[in-house]
Nanobody, 119 residues
Framework: QVRLVESGGGLVQPGGSLRLSCAAS????????MNWYRQDPGKQRELVAA???????SYADSVKGRFTISRDNAKNTVYLQMNSLKLEDTAVYFC?????????????WGQGTQVTVSS
C-alpha cells in the first residue's frame, strides 16, 4: 500500500518560516510529479507548488518568491520551504504525487498538515 505522510506544520507568526516534508512509502516503482496543495475551510483546494521528477518547478503567484519546493528522489520525499509567511497562508497543506504502482500511474494524497499563521 502506497502512503504519503506529511510533517512540519504548526503555528508561526507572520514573517516566520516553516518547512513541510512529505515522504512516500510502500511498494511502488517510480514517482513522477510531486505537488503541494492547500485548502482553507470553505474554499477550493489550491495548487501551491509543483515539481517534476527532473526538478522543474512551478508556483502559484501568491507564493512566488516566498516558497520553495524541492525533492530528494533517493528518499522519495518532497519539501516545501515557506518563508515570509502571511496570515493568508493559513490552511491545511496536502502533499500529492503521481506514483507508478501496481502496473499503473495513480494519484496519491497525504492526510494534510495544518499551517497556522497568527500573531
Amino acid at each position: 500500500q502506497v502512503r504519503l505522510v506529511e510533517s512540519g506544520g504548526g503555528l508561526v507568526q507572520p514573517g516566520g518560516s516553516l518547512r513541510l516534508s512529505c515522504a512516500a512509502s510502500g511498494r511502488f516503482f517510480s514517482i513522477g510529479a510531486m505537488n503541494w496543495y492547500r485548502q482553507d475551510p470553505g474554499k477550493q483546494r489550491e495548487l501551491v507548488a509543483a515539481i517534476s521528477r527532473g526538478g522543474t518547478t512551478s508556483y502559484a503567484d501568491s507564493v512566488k518568491g516566498r516558497f520553495t519546493i524541492s525533492r530528494d528522489n533517493a528518499k522519495n520525499t518532497v519539501y516545501l520551504q515557506m518563508n515570509s509567511l502571511k496570515l493568508e497562508d493559513t490552511a491545511v497543506y496536502f502533499c500529492n504525487a503521481q506514483i507508478y504502482a501496481q502496473l499503473n500511474w495513480n494519484d496519491y494524497w497525504g492526510q494534510g498538515t495544518q499551517v497556522t499563521v497568527s500573531s
